[in-house]
């Protein structure tokens, strides 16, 4: 299991099936890469970075991840990249994660920011989560 892939999946899941989310964002503009969009509004869920914390007595794993998710906007300004971001937060707001192949100890946003894209017709919002992934091998 590559953590920051089961991450990636389970919250493409979550916005996806997030009403508040899909009434401003197409479910097909939800997708895993690493560029500025061409169809907006969009959400890039980023790579993400996997911190191992090597195994215990067992065949047990666990990992850290964190990964950064892009809010895209084209043509409605900054603030409707903020209200997207806001309404992804929420929906993130679970108490349990469900990933494939593991299990999520801890999850959670950290942080949430709006750098300006050097053209001003976009708008953009960056979210940054954690989360503490475990599995057996």
């Not at 707001?93 to 300006?116: H, M, N, Q, S, W």
Request: net charge negative.
């Amino acid at each position: 299991m590559e953590p920051a892939l089961a991450l990636q999946n389970a919250i493409n899941a979550i916005l996806e099936n997030a009403s508040d989310v899909t009434a401003r964002v197409d479910p097909m503009n939800i997708r895993a890469g690493g560029t500025r969009p061409d169809d907006t509004p969009c959400i890039i869920i980023g790579d993400g970075n996997t911190a191992r914390h090597g195994h215990d007595y067992t065949a047990q794993r666990t990992a850290s991840v964190v990964m950064d998710l892009h809010i895209w906007t084209l043509g409605s300004g900054q603030n409707a990249a903020k209200e997207i971001t806001g309404k992804v937060a929420a929906a993130l707001d679970v108490r349990k994660l469900d990933i494939e192949g593991g299990f999520c100890d801890d999850f959670r946003v950290v942080a949430t920011r709006f750098p300006r894209d050097p053209n001003p017709d976009y708008g953009h919002g960056v979210l940054s989560i954690e989360a503490v992934v475990r599995w057996i091998i």
